[in-house]
Every structure is written in structure tokens, then in C-alpha cells.
Nanobody, 125 residues
Framework: QVQLVESGGGLVQPGGSLRLSCEASGFTFERVAMTWVRQAPGKGLEWVST????????SYANSVKGRFTISRDNTKNTLYLQMNNLTPEDTAVYYC??????????????????WGQGTQVTVSS
């Protein structure tokens, strides 16, 4: 059974930090490039970041570049998103997703074979 389970979301003040995790099971995690996608209230899905299978190549949306860091631990089948200097505009449900060895930079759910249930991040004072 394929599963992606996100965790680590919550309520944080502007300027604060959170670390999201995405634990994978049911597929060969180390052979799949992984992506974070988010959806703000009332808005569409937004691509956030992607990492290749070895964790050596990463890419970020301009809106999070310099503040967010994507990483993975293939020994733990886990994807991470370290989020620093959070702003209210980062409030969203964050999803992890994967498809194949090829890195994807889209927010279209239909492009991904694997998609998590999401974790809520709320940035507010």
C-alpha cells in the first residue's frame, strides 16, 4: 500500500520556523524525485520545491527561495521541508508528491503518481 504521510505542520508566528516531514512507504522512495506543493486558502495548488533522488539537486519557487530548504533521508524514506522566516503568505496546506526518477516542477496533482494527505501550516500572530 503506497502512502505519503506528512507531519510537522501547525501554528507559528511570523518570522518563525517549522520543519515538515513526509514519510513514504509502499514504493521505492530512493528511486523517486520528490516535490512539495502547497495550497493557500481559496487558491490553487502552487509548486514549492523539488529534490532529485540523491538529494544533490534542488529547485525552489521564487516565493520561498532563500527561506525554505528541501532535503531527504533515503535511509528513513523521509522527505523534509525546513521553513524559516515564515510569513502569513506561507499559510497553506502542504503536500508531498512524487512520480518517478524524473524531477517535476509542476503543481498539477494529475502529474504525480504519489500524493500525500497534506499538513496545515498557519502563520499568524
Amino acid at each position: 500500500q503506497v502512502q505519503l504521510v506528512e507531519s510537522g505542520g501547525g501554528l507559528v508566528q511570523p518570522g518563525g520556523s517549522l520543519r515538515l516531514s513526509c514519510e513514504a512507504s509502499g514504493f521505492t522512495f530512493e528511486r523517486v524525485a520528490m516535490t512539495w506543493v502547497r495550497q493557500a486558502p481559496g487558491k490553487g495548488l502552487e509548486w514549492v520545491s523539488t529534490i532529485n533522488i540523491l538529494g544533490r539537486t534542488t529547485s525552489y519557487a521564487n516565493s520561498v527561495k532563500g527561506r525554505f530548504t528541501i532535503s531527504r533521508d533515503n535511509t528513513k524514506n523521509t522527505l523534509y521541508l525546513q521553513m524559516n522566516n515564515l510569513t502569513p503568505e506561507d499559510t497553506a496546506v502542504y503536500y508531498c508528491a512524487g512520480n518517478s526518477i524524473t524531477m517535476l516542477f509542476t503543481a498539477n496533482k494529475s502529474d504525480y503518481k504519489y500524493w500525500g494527505q497534506g499538513t496545515q501550516v498557519t502563520v499568524s500572530s
